[in-house]
């Protein structure tokens, strides 16, 4: 999120930190966004671009990360120069403003601001050449056109200079910073507002989570991104710069580059290779899902719905961050369950059963078997952490905290947005909620639907 620095952040370094002190402490403290780009859970999973870069920057060090997720981000600067943090990690863009109070690493990417709108109407059933036609194409098409963003970012500014360029009006919005920028995003995919700006970087993450959004429309230049730091933080620049040039022409930055702004939602294949739907059978696997269901006390029929929903019962799909096979383990929870990405599909469903089994197992408070399955699913799609944040939140706001629909769901949905996610009950941050929302939804609708079939 590029954030213009106010008065406040005009402040200068009052501490006195720099490497010699961030080794003796053992330490290297983040100042982070909670994002897709920046710092994010997932699956249970600590992930984010800047993260997993950054994670190794401290292992070369040999220090310990500590992520700090700021909840203001017009304070970032100023949070940075009274030692609260060493580095600032949240997408942030090199400009001149902010060159005069603290220094910047070696960018590590470039990037152009790009207008985030809604795909029309029935696009599902349109080629692309059609549907691209419906929308904004050039920037002479914002002229009267309603757009929201942060009023302290450089989109707000971007937005300025651009109503002289196309000689027109826009009417543009800035709201406060208690709405996060991928939440402005979110509520575009739901139509709650027509448009609004990011980068091109986290437009690629979010086209991930959010198929109905065009993000296509460049607005801007490209832009370096980079780390920031104090002014006197010297030598740790000049660690970082050098450590940063090495890392930018290995594999691994490419690999984990491609990750976040490359990877397609998963590669499932063809639909017809792995599904039957014949009346007679769910797919060629269901043998071994009713003996996963035999041994795990899950329905067979409710273990397919799941594989479904997770892969297609794909046994080579891969997904964001990494989730692999017909039951998208993550890379660091498949081998707790003997799954490997090569694993046949028998052991692969039967690992997804005792993973479940965990899961609701987990949920010992939630009486109702239903119910407390409902949990299990959406614990296995988005963590079990995740999930205990929206039962708090339920609890806080007078909702059952043991019963899944119109309960925790409702709060689940909220784990999106900022008001909700820096609530001091929720422990895990933000979440793609509105993927798990769905998630529990289609798996019990299929479920309910290949029960009365099969």
Known sequence: MEVEPDDETFERPSVNIDLPEILQKGKLTVLAENSSTSYFIYKGKKMGFEYEILKLFAEEMGVELEIKVVQNLDSLISMLNRGEGDLIACNYTVTRERNKVISFSTPFLQSQQVLVQRKPQGWEKMKEAEWKALMLNNPVQLAKKNI??????????????????????????????????????????DGIIDYTITEDNVAKVNEQFFDNLYTGLELSVEQKLAFGLRKSSHLLKVK???????????????????????????SQGARKDYTSLNGKSISQFDNAFKAAGEKCGWDWRLLASISYQESKFNPTA??????????????????HYGVYPDSPPEVQIMGGAKKLMADEKFWTDVTDELERKKFAMASYNAGRGHIKDAQRLAKKHGLNPYIWDDNVEKMLLNLSKQEYYQDEVVRHGMMRSKVTYHYVKAVMKRYLEWAAVY
Request: net charge negative; charged share 20%.
């Open 148 to 189: 929201q963003v942060w009023q302290n970012s450089s989109y707000y500014e971007r937005l300025v200079h651009l109503q002289e360029e196309i000689g027109d009006t826009i009417y543009f919005e800035g709201l406060q910073g208690n709405i996060g920028g991928e939440e402005l995003i979110e509520m575009v995919s």
């Open 240 to 266: 970082l710069d050098e450590w940063l040039n090495g890392f930018m022409q290995k594999s691994t930055y490419k690999y984990i580059k491609k990750k976040y702004f490359e990877s397609p939602k998963f």
């Open 318 to 335: 891969l997904s964001f961050g990494g989730a692999y096979g017909m039951m998208q383990f993550m890379p660091n929870t498949g081998p």
